[in-house]
T-cell receptor, first 114, second 112 residues
Framework: QKEVEQNSGPLSVPEGAIASLNCTYSDRGSQSFFWYRQYSGKSPELIMSIYSNGDKEDGRFTAQLNKASQYVSLLIRDSQPSDSATYLC??????????????FGPGTSLSVIP | EAQVTQNPRYLITVTGKKLTVTCSQNMNHEYMSWYRQDPGLGLRQIYY???????DKGDVPEGYKVSRKEKRNFPLILESPSPNQTSLYFC???????????FGSGTQLSVL
């Protein structure tokens, strides 16, 4: 099982709709979770972090975390064409013999259709 | 402005010609790392550093070297580049173990 898994997509949604991006992870001890947005040829940009079970909202973005199910999601409300990008889920993995490591998922490609 | 600066942005070279990609951060972060990103393979960590003079291998270290002589700088060295090292490279820094990662703008490397 891969440590961080995401649907590769592409996920297509019409402008104004809600985009739902999902991520599962393997390490039950993980405590920190991040969502990055990456435009083609650009560097990943942190858009959300979440540490506790439940929802965290920031503007049009909502991150949801369920540690029991080892599941984290990102909702984008009122999707805009400018949201078209690849979204990377990242999870802090505890390492007993080395430093805690942030593992990135493969990313989900989102396309918002005008 | 908080940033990770890496240079060059684009680099074309030939097999076997040593090269260095520079990386500098102005956030006083202790943790720095290098990633490469390839289609279908995602972000893979090459090397990381927890502090000055402390470095360790990531997931794909073969063919790469790093050094951390100063807290702000973390150069990536390819002693003898090969075509399979053609990739998009990112330098990154982080304020603590397992915390968010802040990326540089990337270096697109082509080895002919």
């Amino acid at each position: 099982q891969k440590e961080v898994e995401q649907n590769s997509g592409p996920l297509s949604v019409p402008e104004g709709a809600i985009a739902s991006l999902n991520c599962t992870y393997s390490d039950r001890g993980s405590q920190s979770f991040f969502w990055y947005r990456q435009y083609s040829g650009k560097s990943p940009e942190l858009i959300m972090s979440i540490y506790s079970n439940g929802d965290k909202e920031d503007g049009r973005f909502t991150a949801q975390l369920n540690k029991a199910s080892q599941y984290v999601s990102l909702l984008i409300r009122d999707s805009q064409p400018s949201d078209s990008a690849t979204y990377l889920c990242a999870v802090n993995m505890f390492r007993e013999t080395s430093y805690d490591k942030v593992i990135f998922g493969p990313g989900t490609s989102l396309s918002v259709i005008p | 402005e908080a940033q990770v600066t890496q240079n060059p942005r684009y680099l074309i070279t030939v097999t076997g010609k040593k090269l260095t990609v520079t990386c500098s951060q102005n956030m006083n972060h202790e943790y720095m790392s290098w990633y490469r990103q390839d289609p279908g393979l995602g972000l893979r960590q090459i090397y990381y550093s927890m502090n000055v003079e402390v470095t360790d291998k990531g997931d794909v270290p073969e063919g790469y070297k790093v050094s951390r002589k100063e807290k702000r700088n973390f150069p990536l060295i390819l002693e003898s580049p090969s075509p399979n090292q053609t990739s998009l490279y990112f330098c990154a820094s982080s304020p603590a173990q397992g915390a968010y990662v802040f990326f540089g703008s990337g270096t697109q490397l082509s080895v002919l």
